[in-house]
């Protein structure tokens, strides 16, 4: 089973990915990973493990239109099983997304529905909450709308910094990303026309 990474900077959860491809975890392989942004450190860490790093810089394109078509090109010469976007921060068109329906997932740093959108920890903190968190979805044309496949909780402390924070959140984002994954690529976890389904069953 193949997978495409996109991403456009560090990449922390790329190399979640790619360590638990290393450890025979992930239930597939990572064919390539593309980034829009030609400085992104996740580029190196491709690199690192021997996988195809592509940049495809969003710039040299004149619309969104035009930049995900040659994207939609780049993505399947590669035919992936799986696209898996980490830290891809661009809002993808409708053609890109009913191309790859089912079969693409993102991860936001925000217990969904709430939080959609940027600068989610220092919204979650500004309003009090006890409880934040990551989630992993299907990507449909609604911005960080698509159906929850799967999530993971953090408490938030009294003292609790954004940094704080968004490390505590990342640490749990490197530790679903993997699992959803493979729970995809072993056919476990499917966006069907009622919602997501594991095992068969509704979520
Ligand atoms: C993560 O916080 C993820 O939830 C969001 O973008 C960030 C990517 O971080 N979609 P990294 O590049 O994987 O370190």
């Not at 890109?96 to 991860?107: D, H, K, S, T």
Request: aromatic share 6%; hydrophobic share 45%; net charge negative.
């Amino acid at each position: 089973r193949r997978v495409v990474v996109l991403i456009s900077g560090n990449g922390s959860n790329l190399q979640a990915l790619i360590d638990a491809q290393t450890h025979d975890e992930l239930g597939g392989e990572i064919v390539a990973v593309i980034s829009n942004e030609p400085d992104a450190y996740g580029l190196q860490r491709a690199r690192d493990a021997g996988i195809d790093a592509v940049v495809l810089p969003h710039r040299e394109y004149e619309s969104r239109d035009a930049y995900d078509g040659a994207l939609i090109k780049v993505i399947e010469r590669h035919e992936p099983d799986l696209i898996v976007l980490a830290g891809f921060m661009r809002i993808l068109s409708p053609r890109f997304v009913q191309r790859f329906l089912g079969r693409m997932l993102n991860i936001h740093p925000s217990l969904l529905p709430a939080y959609q959108g940027l600068n989610t920890h220092a919204r979650a903190l500004a309003d009090g909450v006890t409880e934040h968190g990551c989630s992993v979805h299907f990507v449909t044309e609604e911005l960080d709308g698509g159906p929850v496949a799967l999530q993971a909780a953090v408490a938030v402390a009294d003292d609790e910094t954004k940094a704080s924070l968004k490390q505590k959140v990342h640490a749990r984002e490197h530790l679903i990303y993997p699992i959803a994954v493979k729970w995809f690529l072993e056919g476990r976890l499917q966006l069907g026309a009622e919602g997501v389904t594991f095992d068969g069953q509704p979520l």
